[in-house]
């Protein structure tokens, strides 16, 4: 019996069809294991993955293969995006076996949940290198039957590993180690393409932040013409859709050409930061508008009704990946006509014999940037041949909600909004806020995905991180009080709940959550910053916003700790190493006075990398510890105040003057 009718994941529901028995990851399903004695199967993925599709259409679908499934095992389908700690676990052992990781994850697991072996997709037949699935279902019921001391050897050690959980070492980092990284980053780059070097490249927003962050704090120009050449290069190339806006996984060429076409919300929401940023700091036009296009994307294709934000949409569609993406020259030129088809195609990289098997990757790649006149006249095209493309059959939409990765978009919406003189998009966030705040919440907790009335609860650390910081960004922006009490309330969430005494960082998931073989400690970054950096840079602007010394002193305690794990590694860390230079370097401005809307602006205008901003109402009292404390109340009228740790500026008055302020106290940091 097929258990996914009733699921509420847009994944699972895929399958709901299938002559696999499949049942949801529950206590359940494991006790029927136990009462059978048969080993599980547990197979993870997600809605928008191409491999994943191609699986179930071959082996989970067939009914002989289903008949072998079901007689030998029981048999698990997850949703990573839901239940990501589940995901975590069984993928950590996955590469301890020695075996490159990705979706579909298909491991094999004792009763009590213990993983013995696995790996990722298995064609129906042997090809590719690797046996046929059904070969591989015997042959692992076989040994789990017949040398069960084997199976108990594989666990045991596996068990050693993923027990282990990161340790500070009791170091420390200091700009000029972060400024030496940084340095040898930049080298890492590819010269001519931007990005890490080789295929397939990723966007990779963190390390780009990084980069951007040592170039400011370094001005090391090398490393500016480094991040801003990948995201040049990214919003040129395929991987970008030039016509709907927005950005594909990863590009599955050096050159950002072929892109994996599924589309993710998370993906979308650090790259907007980074190419609001890039406008603010060059102007240039392709900066500006790939910020703007997934905007347009977010709101033609990605908010549900409620308000929020949905997770992702497919690479697949008609069963093709990228079908719904690619054109014929002879499509174009039924949209456009003879003369602007030409036009488009020589702009866009189309020819008849294609850029891309025998098909066209719309792409600027070859052709660059051109003149406003020329942008203005493609504008038109672009429009044309999105309308056509509406027409035709529209890969899968995954429609839950995920408090994280809304987070993500809230936060990204409410930095770029200044940056771009786009206030609509605040509006935008805060509808979403308030969908999570008011649906997803149970006694101050979040949950973690809702879709349908459903709700995966309670959430994980990343969605109170993720959530935490959506809180602040809107604070900063609006200075309306309830949004930093709702931080203040999954900071305390996060350090009651999810925060590890022993190793002085967050775990995974919450005290009393649904038990796994290990309690999940990562602190490294995935394609999503762990939860750990998102904590330790909420935490950082917490303290610059309140000047309190109990969240001075609190955001510095964490972050030392969690210092102490990035060494190792700090390239898988990079989310905490952007906290740390924000708490280095970063700048508190603190605008009061009646009539300093003027004020205000200009200070949320200033890039977010570099500051927070707090506007002081009448009638709210600073700490008294605060350093601007004596200054802030000398006069009625509008002014601001820079502070950098405990050194204020005097009073500005003036936007341009702030301005001046801001960059002088930046190059002295």
């Keep these: 019996m097929n258990r996914l009718k009733d699921a509420s994941s847009p994944y699972l529901l895929q399958h709901r069809d299938n002559p696999v028995h499949w049942w949801e990851w529950r206590p359940e399903a494991l006790a ?38 079901n007689e030998l095992f029981v048999n698990i389908k997850v949703d990573r995006e839901e239940r990501p700690d589940v995901d975590h676990v069984y993928m950590s052992a996955l590469h301890l076996l020695g075996e490159q990781g990705g979706w579909p994850l298909t491991m094999f697991l004792t009763p009590e949940g213990e993983p013995f072996w696995g790996g990722t997709y298995f064609p129906k037949e042997p090809r590719f290198g690797r046996p046929g699935f059904v070969q591989v ?3 692992i019921s076989r040994l789990y039957h017949a040398e069960p001391e084997r199976i108990a050897k594989n666990w045991d050690a596996l068990k050693q590993h993923l027990a282990q959980t990161a340790q500070a070492d009791g170091g420390t980092l200091t700009l000029p180690d972060l400024d030496q990284m940084g340095s040898r980053l930049t080298e890492l780059i590819d010269k001519e393409n931007g990005g890490l070097q080789g295929a397939p490249k990723f966007p990779n927003p963190l390390i780009l932040e990084y980069l951007l962050r040592y170039a400011h704090r ?11 050449l990948t995201m040049e290069r990214m919003a040129l190339g395929g991987i970008h859709d030039h016509l709907g806006g927005g950005f594909a996984r990863y590009s599955v060429d050096e050159r950002w050409l072929v892109p994996h076409f599924e589309k993710m919300l998370y993906d979308n929401a650090q790259l907007l930061e980074l190419y609001a940023l890039a406008y603010a700091e060059t102007g240039r036009a392709l900066f500006r508008d790939a910020a703007a296009g997934i905007v347009a994307w977010l709101e033609r294709e990605m908010v549900t009704p409620e308000g929020a934000f949905a997770s992702s949409l497919d690479a697949d569609s ?9 054109w014929s020259l002879s499509e174009i030129r039924e949209v456009l006509g003879g003369e602007d088809a030409a036009f488009f195609a020589k702009v866009y990289d189309v020819s008849e014999h294609g850029n891309w098997e025998e098909t066209n990757i719309p792409n600027r790649l070859i052709s660059g940037e051109a003149p406003p006149a020329i942008e203005e006249r493609l504008a038109g095209m672009r429009q044309k041949l999105l309308e056509r493309r509406s027409t035709r059959v529209r890969p899968g939409l995954d429609d839950k909600v995920l408090a994280d990765w809304n987070g993500l978009m809230i936060s990204a919406l409410i930095r770029s909004a200044p940056l771009l003189s786009r206030p609509d998009w605040i509006g935008l966030a805060e509808r979403a806020y308030r969908f999570i705040r008011e649906t997803m919440t149970r006694d101050d907790k979040l949950g973690h995905s809702w879709r349908g009335g459903s709700l995966i609860f309670p959430g994980f650390a990343l969605d109170h991180a993720a959530m935490m910081r959506a809180a ?29 005494a022993e190793t002085g960082a967050l775990a995974m998931t919450a005290q009393g959550a649904d038990p796994l073989v290990v309690h999940p400690q990562p602190t490294h970054d995935d394609a999503v910053p762990n939860a750990n950096g998102v904590f330790a840079e909420a935490l950082v602007r917490l303290a610059q916003i ?36 924000l708490h280095l370097r970063g700048l508190s401005i603190l605008v009061t006075g009646n009539k300093a809307d003027a004020l205000f602006e200009a200070a ?66």
């Excluded at 370094?218 to 801003?228: I, M, Q, T």
């Design 32 to 69: 029927e294991a136990r009462r059978q004695n048969k080993p599980v199967l547990i197979s993870i993925g997600y809605a928008a993955c191409h491999w994943c599709h191609v699986m179930a259409h071959e082996s989970f679908e067939d009914p002989d293969v289903a008949a072998v499934m």
């Design 137 to 139: 279902l015997r042959e």
């Design 218 to 228: 370094s001005r090391d120009g090398k490393a500016r013409e480094a991040s801003l």
């Design 318 to 326: 008609e069963g093709i990946e990228g079908r719904f993406y690619v």
């Design 472 to 500: 602040l960004a809107l604070f900063e922006a609006t200075s309306e009080a309830s949004y930093l009490r709702d931080a203040h309330t999954w900071r305390d969430v996060l350090l009651s709940e999810f925060m590890v």
């Design 546 to 581: 309140t000047e309190a010394q109990d969240d001075i002193q609190r955001a510095s305690d964490i972050l030392n700790r969690l210092v102490g794990i990035a060494r190792s590694a700090p390239l898988g860390h990079t989310s905490i190493l952007n906290a740390l230079d």
């Design 604 to 669: 949320l205008r200033m890039p977010y990398l570099d500051r927070s901003v707090h506007r002081l109402h009448e009638g709210e009292a600073l700490d008294d510890n605060h350093p601007a404390k004596a200054l802030a109340s000398s006069g009625n009228g509008p002014q601001a105040l820079v502070c950098a740790g405990i050194r204020c500026s005097l009073p500005v008055t003036d936007p341009t003057g702030l301005e001046a302020q801001v960059r002088e106290m930046m190059q002295a940091s």
